[in-house]
Structure formats: structure tokens, C-alpha cells
């Protein structure tokens, strides 16, 4: 395993981090694991290094933290993992029961932590930017939770550049601690974060933590998994044609080296620049071990191009753009990959 700091703190991770969305109950969404489909596969992400763990309270509606906390406690020692969840969506069918207002996160991080079971979370995370509350209201809140101990340092997700701006400028004028990483989407499929999100985060010195990797399960060629027959989301963010396309381009780069298409596209996403740690939600210990190989898989030239020469701009995937997606057109292959000239044929 490989381990590198965490933006410009003094935060060690694993490269690899364990997602944990697959993990509570079933009862949630069909995908889902229980606590005794789940403890295997947490238990070989921390033995093959892993230390760096991802939870959000709205998993399974507050199961998934449960679960994954009983599980931690068996097999690991709480100084030795970096423990993540995340705030915001609605956790009920009451007023206050989602957002960042300052009472939603008090409660939240009491929530989360009773769940967990542990007295503090290593990284308390914004689960999207709450364009109704007032930043300094929620970053004010944040850092009150850090300074009381019940989080060590505090992270965002999925937003605009610009919002996060207005949370990095509110920190700095008014002294309070500033998010350590930025966990975003970022796949062979969706670059968008490329173009300012994440050079940002490189500038301000904070760290990034990819999700998705796969495409929720397109880029593995697999579009009839349980998953992709139940979770309408993945229809929506990668359904037109050009995700088609960059699916069978990974194929086709898979095929020539002899391994599988998630290690090829896991491998493209830990080779971008700014990347300091990648999520795998896996549902076997043999899918977690294509990240491992990953690791140590290096792309070449005529490969990045078969990757990515299928990728066109669209419109960023977050919570205001659902259903917006722009159609994108792929370019022609050339190189090994390219169709046979006529040159070639003669």
C-alpha cells in the first residue's frame, strides 16, 4: 500500500480508501451488503493496508455507520485508521432533518458518532454545498466541532469551484479551520473536476479523494450487475453514447494487456495529477484487489490516448444538474487503436 499526506496536512492515507455506500442494509437499496456480507471485505481492505475508511451518515439512513462502526471495532485499532463521514442529506421527514444549518450538523456529528460508536471522526465532511444556509453559519459550526474534539479535521464534497472558494475565503477571514479534502467524482467518463476543481484544491493545498472510479459500474463492463439494474442514477450520469464509447475503448486497452477493465480505469484515475487517494466500494475481495493491482499499473502513451479520446465537456454532476446532461460526440481512433488503413490492408 502506498501512503501520502493528506493536502497540506499532516494527515496520513492510504491511496486507497474503503468506500462504504454498499454497506448497512438492504432494506435501503437492494445493492446494499449487511454486516456479515460487509466484515470480510473490510477486514482484507485493512489487511492489505488500507487505513483510510469513508462513511456518510445517509448510507442506509444511519445503518451503514452502525454496521461499518461494529465492524472497526473488531478489527482495528482506532489510532491506527482515518475515519471519514459525511452531513447533509435528510435523515428523516421533519424540519432540520437534513442540510447544514448549525443545528443539523450539532446534531449530525452527535448522530454519526453514537452510530459509530467512537468518540471523534477523524474528517467531518459537507455531503454537497446547502446554497440555503449561509456559509460562516455552517463553517462556524464546523469548526466548533473540531475545537470540542469530536472531529480532527473537516472535509467538503461535490460542489461548484466557486462555492468552495466562498468556504476557503470564509476560514481564512475569520480563523477557522479549513477542509483538508475535497472528496470528488472523477472517472474516464467524468473529467469535469479537471478543469478548475481540482487544480484549485492543488493551489489551496487541499487533498482529493476520488469517487466513483468506475462510472458506478459502466467502465467494468458489466451493465447488467445488480446495481446498474436498480440504481436509476447510473442510467442518468453515464447513459449516453460517449460513456458507452469510453467503456469500450477501457475494454479494448484491457484486453491488450491481458487484465480487467476496472484495473485499467482504477489505474487512469490514480495517475491524474492532485489525486491523493482513491474510494473502492467493493463488493468482493477480488474486486478490491483490481485496485491493488491498480496501484502499480502505469499507462502508456497509445493507451491514455484510447482512454480518453472518446471524452467530451458536459455539464458537472451534482445536485443541480441532474437530468442536464449535455450529448457528447467521441473522436475518431488512431495509433495501435485506430481501424486498419487502407495502407494496412494492402
Keep these: 500500500m502506498e501512503y501520502v499526506r493528506l493536502g497540506q496536512s499532516g494527515l496520513k492515507v492510504s491511496r486507497l480508501c474503503l468506500g462504504t455506500m454498499n454497506m448497512g442494509t438492504p432494506q435501503w437499496k437492494p445493492w446494499i451488503f449487511d454486516e456479515a456480507q460487509s466484515e470480510p471485505i473490510v477486514r482484507h481492505a485493512l489487511e492489505a493496508g488500507v487505513n483510510f475508511i469513508d462513511l456518510a451518515d445517509f ?12 465492524i472497526l471495532k473488531r478489527l482495528a485499532r482506532r489510532e491506527e485508521i482515518v475515519v471519514t463521514t459525511k452531513v447533509g442529506y435528510d435523515m428523516g421527514a421533519y424540519q432540520n432533518a437534513g442540510g447544514h444549518s448549525r443545528k443539523h450538523v450539532m446534531d449530525g456529528i452527535d448522530g454519526s458518532l453514537k452510530r459509530l460508536g467512537m ?40 460542489m461548484y469551484t466557486w462555492q ?25 467518463a467524468y473529467r469535469e473536476e479537471e478543469r478548475e476543481m ?8 487541499v487533498g482529493v479523494s476520488v469517487f466513483s472510479p468506475l ?20 442510467a442518468q450520469m453515464y447513459g449516453d453514447d460517449a460513456s458507452a464509447a469510453i467503456a469500450e475503448s ?26 491523493s487517494s482513491m474510494l473502492v466500494g467493493a463488493d468482493s475481495a477480488a474486486q478490491f484487489d483490481s485496485a491493488l493491482q491498480a496501484l502499480a499499473t ?7 490516448y484510447e482512454l480518453e479520446r472518446n471524452y467530451t465537456p458536459c455539464d458537472l454532476i451534482n445536485d443541480y444538474t441532474t437530468g442536464k446532461r449535455i450529448p457528447r460526440v467521441a473522436r475518431v481512433a488512431q495509433g495501435v487503436f485506430g481501424e486498419p488503413t487502407l495502407e494496412r490492408a494492402a
Design 59 to 70: 448510507y442506509s439512513t444511519g445503518v451503514g455507520e452502525e454496521v461499518v462502526g461494529r
Design 119 to 158: 468518540d471523534y471522526v477523524d474528517i467531518y465532511m459537507l455531503h454537497y454545498f446547502d446554497v440555503n444556509t449561509p456559509v460562516e453559519e455552517t463553517m462556524g459550526a464546523l469548526d466548533d466541532i473540531v475545537r470540542a474534539g469530536k472531529a480532527r479535521y473537516i472535509g467538503v464534497s461535490t
Design 164 to 188: 468552495f472558494a466562498k468556504i476557503v475565503q470564509a476560514c481564512e477571514r475569520n480563523g477557522w479551520h479549513k477542509p483538508v479534502n475535497m472528496q470528488l467524482q472523477l472517472n474516464l
Design 198 to 205: 481540482i487544480p484549485y484544491c492543488i493551489d489551496q493545498g
Design 215 to 234: 462510472a458506478r459500474g459502466l467502465l467494468t463492463c458489466e451493465p447488467k450487475s445488480n446495481r446498474n439494474q436498480t440504481d436509476f442514477f447510473t
Design 250 to 275: 477501457v475494454a479494448r486497452v484491457a484486453a491488450a494487456r491481458g487484465v480487467t477493465a476496472a484495473q485499467i480505469a482504477q489505474a487512469w484515475v490514480l495517475q491524474r495529477d492532485g489525486v
Design 298 to 304: 502505469k499507462l502508456g502513451d497509445d493507451e491514455l
